[in-house]
């Protein structure tokens, strides 16, 4: 199967870090946060990638050159959000299914691994999460059918979040297509996902492992810890 990293951001959260590379480029342990991102894909047996950049993404060209890295660059041309990120990589992917997921998130291979269903539905993975105001929160059926995405909700309506990995069939290239801008001005791949959800073909699979948010500043020591802590057990 094939997967899509959407890192087109400019990661203000992490400024100054972010001054001169993307966020996927801030080092974790020595290394840039991508190697891990890649290091577990390919354990999860995916090796067909491609990565949608914008900020700073000679960068990630540079990088992936000096490597020797077998990765497809895909440009967004203006940073207008997620869903707009992903419509870039339809020619990419074609009529295939495929996995997409968020470069500054780090999941676990056994998680990369169960989301790689064969079959005609799309599936978003989630969380039990206490602080559930931060996130966008999934509401499901009882045989876990997506029926919304609600973002940042001031009442409670569950504790499920959304970690941003996604497996998505060719129903994604049609729902991106009919998405209107966000409150805050931009496409969301979760508004593509809701439409599909209206029509019973996303379900909720949940989080088997670990899920690593390289958010903001503060997260980084956090991240080098679990990382150290994995290497060593």
């Given at each position: 199967?094939?997967?899509?990293?959407?890192?087109?951001?400019?990661?203000?959260?992490?400024?100054?870090?972010?001054?001169?590379?993307?966020?996927?480029?801030?080092?974790?342990?020595?290394?840039p946060?991508?190697?891990?991102?890649?290091?577990?894909?390919?354990?999860?047996?995916?090796?067909?990638l491609?990565?949608?950049?914008?900020?700073?993404?000679?960068?990630?060209?540079?990088?992936?050159?000096?490597?020797?890295l077998?990765?497809?660059?895909?440009?967004?041309?203006?940073?207008?959000?997620t869903g707009?990120?992903?419509?870039q990589?339809?020619?990419?992917?074609?009529?295939?299914?495929?996995?997409?997921?968020?470069?500054?998130?780090?999941?676990s291979v056994?998680?990369l691994?169960?989301?790689?269903?064969?079959?005609?539905?799309?599936?978003?993975?989630?969380?039990?999460?206490?602080?559930?105001?931060?996130?966008?929160v999934?509401?499901?059926?009882k045989?876990q059918?997506?029926?919304k995405?609600?973002e940042?909700?001031?009442?409670?309506?569950g504790?499920?979040?959304?970690?941003g990995?996604?497996?998505?069939?060719?129903?994604?290239?049609?729902?991106?297509?009919?998405?209107g801008?966000?409150?805050?001005?931009?496409?969301?791949?979760t508004?593509?996902?809701?439409?599909?959800?209206?029509?019973?073909?996303?379900?909720v699979?949940?989080?088997?492992?670990?899920w690593?948010?390289?958010?903001c500043?503060e997260?980084?020591?956090?991240?080098?810890?679990?990382?150290?802590?994995?290497?060593?057990?």
């Amino acid at each position: 199967m094939q997967a899509v990293i959407l890192a087109a951001g400019k990661g203000t959260r992490m400024f100054p870090l972010t001054k001169d590379k993307p966020k996927i480029l801030i080092e974790i342990n020595g290394k840039p946060f991508l190697y891990y991102v890649l290091e577990n894909l390919k354990k999860a047996g995916i090796t067909e990638l491609a990565i949608v950049v914008n900020y700073h993404k000679e960068k990630i060209e540079e990088y992936i050159r000096a490597h020797k890295l077998k990765i497809t660059i895909i440009t967004q041309p203006e940073a207008k959000g997620t869903g707009d990120a992903l419509r870039q990589a339809k020619y990419f992917c074609g009529r295939e299914d495929f996995i997409v997921m968020n470069g500054d998130n780090l999941y676990s291979v056994e998680d990369l691994k169960t989301v790689q269903k064969k079959d005609e539905l799309c599936y978003i993975v989630g969380k039990e999460m206490e602080e559930w105001q931060k996130y966008g929160v999934l509401v499901t059926t009882k045989d876990q059918y997506l029926v919304k995405i609600i973002e940042k909700p001031k009442e409670f309506v569950g504790k499920m979040i959304n970690v941003g990995l996604y497996k998505c069939t060719s129903d994604i290239w049609r729902a991106v297509e009919n998405i209107g801008l966000s409150p805050r001005g931009e496409y969301e791949l979760t508004d593509a996902i809701g439409l599909l959800a209206k029509e019973h073909k996303v379900k909720v699979l949940r989080l088997q492992n670990y899920w690593l948010d390289l958010g903001c500043k503060e997260d980084i020591l956090t991240i080098e810890k679990f990382l150290r802590g994995l290497k060593s057990s």
